[in-house]
């Protein structure tokens, strides 16, 4: 069975500033799939940015990036310039096939981010 | 535009009263997921669709039933609520890539 850590329950960073959110995470499998959702209070979970186990280039989107460390098993990310709508719940989750073209999703028990004006 | 739509969005029940929520998706994905997320806590997976092949979880209680009728549609029903299954409830759909793209979710309260 997989497990993901987040070991930062809560965090806090200044606008404009730069904060970094740690995950590390255990499986035996070699073909998976890492992810950063978002979710802000009483609002949907979004997806920020996805790694493929297979690539070793970090992925980047905007302001987010990833720290993908693959025999650490390690996924940190990266809020560069924070923004008062960054403001959230952020969850690190891990995702494998489970065959016939669905997949199975073991989130992290989440970080909650405030940025402080 | 929504591609994963939650109705209603704020359910409330009474303890033992059955109760369905709906989800539906625009984009005729093949995977469709439904979550249990509790205050503060992560999203916990209680069953998926793969076209109309059910697979449940295997401790996600009886009590939890769910029905597909077609690609667009999903529906979760809680035969008799009880005060621990108040919960938000997530749909997500499984995208052409290997994402899952989530609704807003429905928030039930049990009285």
């Known amino acids: 069975a997989q497990t993901v850590t987040q070991s930062q329950p809560e965090m806090s960073v200044q606008e404009a500033e730069t904060v970094t959110l740690s995950c590390t995470y255990d499986t035996s499998e070699n073909n998976y799939y890492l992810f950063w959702y978002k979710q802000p209070p009483s609002r949907q979970m979004i997806l920020v940015i996805r790694q493929e186990a297979y690539k070793q280039q970090n992925a980047t989107e905007n302001r987010f990036s990833v720290n993908f460390q693959k025999a650490a098993k390690s996924f940190s990310l990266k809020i560069s310039d924070s923004q008062l709508g960054d403001t959230a719940m952020y969850f690190c989750?891990?995702?494998?096939?489970?065959?016939?073209?669905?997949?199975?999703?073991?989130f992290g028990k989440g970080t909650k981010l405030s940025v402080i004006p | 535009d929504a591609m994963v739509i939650q109705n209603p969005r704020y359910q409330v029940t009474q303890f033992g009263k059955p109760v369905t929520l709906s989800c539906s998706q625009t984009?005729?994905?093949?995977?469709m997921y439904w979550y249990q997320q509790k205050s503060s806590q992560a999203p916990k997976l209680l069953f998926h669709y793969y076209d109309k092949d059910f697979n449940n979880e295997a401790d996600t209680p009886d009590n939890f039933q769910s029905r597909r009728p077609n690609t667009s549609f999903c529906f979760l029903d809680i035969r008799s609520p009880g005060l621990g299954d108040a919960a938000m409830y997530l749909c997500a759909i499984g995208g052409k890539r290997e994402e899952e793209f989530f609704g807003p979710g429905t928030r039930l309260t049990v009285l």
């Open positions: 984009l005729n994905h093949n995977v």
């Open positions: 989750a891990f995702m494998k096939p489970r065959g016939a073209g669905s997949y199975q999703l073991t």
